[in-house]
């Protein structure tokens, strides 16, 4: 199991740093780490969760599935985003948690959330501000989704997943990164077709915004993909916090 000190995605300058004490109050709260292979739920609508989660590596999707079997895509896990809190504070989960790829997840004691707050009250505020980050971000995308046309909603919703790649150091020199989203994924995150997914790819890269091909995606103008959504570049300064 590897402790939280020896954690490679602590020493990101997008996560809030951790003192000795935080990093102490961490460690009694994992239980272990757990390897999820690509497709498999980690988290069950409905169900009761006891512990929450940290991706480490790999690629994860919180999803909603619907009475007739449709799902709506409502977030993609990155590495250091957490799963499974509000299902911990709230007795159950509204929404699954799925392995996109094959990943890994640190496991933490739900049980171990009060005696947080009460003993550590600084990082359970850094916890609360990264809840409340996230929970605007998807404010302002769900605003976005349901207002724009196909080519922007697909653009949108790639620019922000991009931003938030670019953050944590996962976009190369040249301007890729890596992207495992099927198209069916993407559909089920904008609320499109595959048909239309694949009709607003082409008008973006008739446009000479976006190129995605072999599991990456490139945005060769960043400013130029942010003006034709909308999108607003996510704060260099705001640090999230990674337990």
């Not at 497709?39 to 009761?48: F, N, P």
């Not at 995308?141 to 207002?147: D, H, I, K, N, S």
């Not at 890596?178 to 559909?187: E, H, M, S």
Request: with cysteine; charged share 25%; proline share 3%.
């Amino acid at each position: 199991m590897i402790s939280c000190a020896e954690c490679t995605l602590r020493r990101k300058t997008l996560f809030h740093p951790m003192t000795g004490r935080d990093l102490a109050t961490i460690d009694h709260m994992k239980r272990e780490d757990v390897a999820v292979p690509a497709g498999k739920d980690l988290i069950r609508q409905g169900g009761r969760v006891d512990n929450f989660y940290t991706l480490y590596d790999g690629w994860g999707l919180r999803y909603h599935r619907l009475q007739d079997g449709s799902r709506q895509i409502l977030d993609v896990l990155l590495p250091g985003d957490m799963a499974g809190l509000t299902g911990v504070l709230l007795g159950h989960s509204a929404h699954s948690v799925q392995a996109l790829t094959a990943a890994s997840f640190c496991v933490l004691n739900g049980d171990a959330l009060p005696g947080m707050f009460r003993k550590n009250p600084e990082l359970a505020l850094a916890l609360i501000r990264t809840c409340l980050a996230d929970a605007r971000r998807a404010d302002l995308r769900a605003t976005m989704l349901g207002r724009l046309n196909a080519a922007e909603r697909v653009g949108y919703f790639l620019i922000e997943l991009y931003d938030r790649l670019r953050r944590r150091g996962m976009v190369a020199r040249g301007g890729a990164c890596p992207c495992p989203l099927r198209g069916v994924d993407i559909a089920d995150a904008v609320g499109l077709s595959r048909v239309h997914v694949m009709r607003a790819f082409k008008e973006l890269r008739d446009e000479a915004l976006l190129q995605r091909e072999r599991g990456n995606l490139l945005i060769p103008d960043f400013a130029r993909l942010a003006a034709y959504t909308g999108y607003t570049t996510i704060s260099r300064s705001g640090r999230l916090a990674i337990l």
